[in-house]
């Protein structure tokens, strides 16, 4: 079995400044993508950042400048730091982890309980 550990969420003025943690644990052979997604009622999720194992990102536009992702594979944990937040941040923050839990195994897909998120004066 397979759990994603989300910490970090909370309420910040609009310009701050959150970082996210999500930490992989149970049977993990290996971990491949590991991201973050967000979502607001009524919406589809979104991606927020990915990263690779070796290190290669990509961010949804909107956020593009302001976050970083980063993962410390060592640990099976990744990480959001998020600045300049704005209102329209606003959103249940979920982890994505794409891994494998042996060698013979393929690629499953989990997410964490989600951490919310709240910009606001």
């Known amino acids: 079995q397979v759990q994603l550990v989300e910490s970090g969420g909370g309420l910040v003025q609009p310009g701050g400044s959150l970082r996210l943690s999500c930490a992989a644990s149970g049977s993990i052979f290996s971990i491949n993508h590991m991201g973050w997604y967000r979502q607001v009622p009524g919406m589809q999720r979104l991606l927020v950042a990915a990263i690779t194992s070796s290190g290669s990102t990509n961010y949804g536009d909107s956020v593009k400048g302001r976050f970083t992702i980063s993962r410390d594979n060592a640990k099976n944990t990744v990480f959001l730091q998020m600045n300049s937040l704005k209102p329209e941040d606003t959103a249940v923050y979920y982890c994505?982890?794409?891994?494998?839990?042996?060698?013979?195994?393929?690629?499953?897909?989990?997410w964490g309980q989600g951490t919310q998120v709240t910009v606001s004066s």
């Open positions: 994505n982890a794409d891994l494998t839990r042996s060698y013979y195994s393929g690629r499953e897909h989990y």
